[in-house]
């Protein structure tokens, strides 16, 4: 794998900026893909790699830069969860982690570096040197992960019987009839038709 300075200027540039939940986010990733025996996620260890993120802020932009795990490959999965947690899936070995940044971390870094006037500098430079074990809870889980799940071509697409939408791999709900049904036509979406 990349060294971290290497890492963080690739996180930089897809997230736009550098931050400290950059630098946790690709910590995060390092861990995770160690643990689950994916060195080299971008490269050989690709295929074999699923990544769920629990939150949609700059941590999620850091795991997928290090990982490489795109939502479009379906090798990068989102729970919106609001916690700083990935969990890493090797779907070779079956062996899975989820890393889960510690709260304590926070309060580390104001204790570490009380000098540093600013919240986000203390952070950093905390975050950068604290050990994986000061910033990292990490446990062993099974994931539950099946075929509609796996990256690759669709495993199944049905249209929704009241809206016309496709609905690929799985995802329909069945209606009072046993006609397939997107889960917005079924019990309602993020969105309201007008």
Partial sequence: METLDELLGECGRLHGHM???QLLGARMAVVGC???GADDPKGADR???IVWV???RCMADAVGAVTGARLGRRSLKYFDYGKVAATFLNTETGEAVRVVALEESRRLADERHP???S???RQFLTYREASDEELFKVERVRVRYGENDAPGRPRSRVTCARCGEGVNDGREAAGAAGEPLCRPCASGGYYERL
């Fill in 115 to 117: 000098e540093v006037g």
């Fill in 119 to 121: 919240k986000k500098e």
């Fill in 47 to 49: 295929k074999r790699l």
């Fill in 54 to 56: 629990e939150i949609d």
């Fill in 34 to 36: 160690r643990a689950v």
């Fill in 19 to 21: 931050c400290a939940g």
